[in-house]
């Protein structure tokens, strides 16, 4: 089970801002129908959740039929789990950087994070040309960001698996999120929504 999650900048802002209250994931590998089924013209699947199992994560059941042929319809099976529980605390991951300008008078060591300014570089390196700046004087990207310069926390409350087209824009705009890629929406794949709210460490 996954204990954080990384966020664009504009993410950041829009779930401090308590504008952003979920996030997605598109399935992977998405799930097919068996090939009893397979072959048929038009195939539909009826999505189940069932909590704690695979050590108390919330699994998601498949069960597959014919839209033409309702009475042919094939059992369910396991195919996934989320990747995030309600009630589970995940910490957001975003761009950061250790500053340490304690030689220049400064105030010493402290973390900064890009969602709070407009600066293109930390530790006072804005007004310099990015070639002529240090490597150490960059944004660092989210997925090396630790755990302790986490300053954001999360509480999952909700989990749903569905299709892309049932993701209406009405439903992104209310939850804060972006539509779907035009890829994935004509495809309409398989996608884990996650609802949260933002919480104590």
Request: charged content about 25%; overall charge neutral.
């Amino acid at each position: 089970m996954r204990h954080s999650k990384i966020f664009t900048t504009d993410e950041v802002c829009s779930i401090m801002q308590g504008k952003m209250t979920a996030f997605y994931e598109v399935v992977k590998p998405q799930p097919i129908p068996p090939r009893a089924i397979y072959n048929l013209d038009e195939v539909e699947a009826i999505i189940s959740l069932t909590p704690n199992i695979m050590g108390g994560k919330t699994g998601v059941m498949f069960n597959w039929k014919s839209k033409r042929h309702p009475h042919i319809a094939d059992g369910g099976f396991w195919t996934h789990t989320f990747h995030y529980s309600i009630g589970q605390k995940i910490y957001v991951r975003e761009s950061w950087h250790l500053t340490d300008n304690t030689d220049a008078g400064g105030k010493g060591v402290y973390w900064e994070y890009k969602a709070d300014t407009d600066d293109v570089a930390p530790g006072g390196w804005d007004n310099v040309g990015a070639d002529e700046r240090p490597e150490y004087a960059r944004w660092k990207s989210p997925a090396t960001m630790p755990r302790e310069a986490a300053r954001t926390w999360l509480a999952i409350v909700g989990v749903k698996c569905m299709h892309t087209q049932d993701l209406s824009n009405k439903l992104c705009h209310t939850l804060g999120i972006t539509p779907p890629d035009k890829a994935a929406f004509d495809e309409n794949k398989f996608i884990f929504l996650y609802e949260f709210k933002l919480s104590e460490k």
